[in-house]
């Protein structure tokens, strides 16, 4: 894994053979829809293992994710609650589903 190279910006430090296979059929995809469809699994292997950006201490927390979740507002004072208050909502993921 590119967690066990020096200077290889894996700051997440992610070790997982599923998310290093799937960055080489990124990287070699031989055309549009199988760019699509290992980008698709990638998606689903690193939010299936919470995995998260670090923010570097920003005054926010920046989170990449589909919009298929909601969360109590207003969120807890000194936390996003990501994942652990955030649940599944259905309607917002028709909605995305939809717009793909």
């Not at 967690?3 to 990287?27: F, H, M, P, Q």
């Not at 989170?63 to 309607?91: C, M, Q, T």
Request: some cysteine; aromatic content about 12%; overall charge positive.
């Amino acid at each position: 894994a590119s967690a066990d190279r020096e200077a290889s910006s894996n700051y997440g430090g992610i070790r997982n053979k599923a998310v290093d296979k799937l960055i080489k059929r990124i990287l070699f995809a031989k055309d549009r829809e199988e760019l699509i469809a290992a980008c698709r699994a990638m998606d689903r292997v690193l939010l299936w293992n919470h995995y998260l950006v670090p923010g570097w201490g920003l005054q926010a927390t920046r989170v990449a994710r589909w919009n298929r979740f909601s969360h109590p507002d207003p969120l807890p004072k000194y936390s996003d609650g990501f994942p652990a208050i955030w649940w599944y909502d259905e309607a917002k993921a028709a909605k995305t589903e939809a717009a793909k």
